[in-house]
């Protein structure tokens, strides 16, 4: 049974709760979601398996879970990132949001979502089939068309923060 860190809207840990049970009543809880780019400026998405608790089959960033008590985001992120992608990557915290979203199989998804960033040249060998079917490199003028053309081949989360992570990264390399 995987539980999860309930917060308060200033991200305050208020308790924990059993993953799914949370998921049911829509109650506020942490999370995160990786974006990986590569040097040529393309994010790694990810299809989720289409067995997945919610959002079987649609297309997202790079990693997303959930912190287990006790765990901080970074190392929950870098643990997730080799247990879904295969992936070792230095990541940075870049932003977070709080989103509420009636998802399929009667659940709610109600996050306060910490968003992290990355760069990755390498193979995209091990994906884990349990959590993932697919995955692509892919630049941002064909993300957008694919987007706004089907907006639900994609989760409600990466909907919502797509065109500010791309627009973030790539400010930052200007730094």
């Known amino acids: 049974m995987k ?3 309930l917060v308060n809207l200033q991200d305050e840990i208020v308790g924990s709760m059993e993953k799914m049970e949370a998921h049911q009543k ?6 995160f979601s990786v974006f990986l780019f590569n040097s040529e400026d393309e994010l790694l998405l990810q299809r989720r398996a289409m067995h997945k608790y919610h959002s079987g089959g649609l297309w997202t960033n790079t990693c997303c879970s959930h912190p287990a008590p006790g765990e901080t985001i970074m190392n929950a992120a ?3 990132l080799v247990e879904e992608m295969g992936i070792v ?3 940075k915290l870049i932003d977070s949001f ?3 979203a009636h998802l399929d199989n009667g659940l709610i ?4 979502d910490h968003l992290l960033t990355g760069n990755y040249n390498g193979e995209v060998a091990l994906v884990n089939q349990e959590e ?3 995955f692509k490199w892919i630049a941002f003028d064909a993300l957008q068309q694919s987007v706004n053309s089907f907006p639900d081949q994609f989760t409600v989360w990466f909907i919502k923060v ?3 992570i791309f627009k973030k990264y790539l400010e930052d390399k200007k730094i």
């Open 3 to 5: 539980e999860v860190i």
């Open 89 to 91: 990557a230095d990541l």
């Open 132 to 134: 993932v079917m697919d």
């Open 162 to 164: 797509y065109q500010d």
């Open 98 to 100: 709080i989103y509420k």
């Open 78 to 80: 870098k643990r997730r």
């Open 26 to 31: 829509g109650i506020l809880h942490r999370a």
């Open 109 to 112: 998804e109600h996050e306060y």
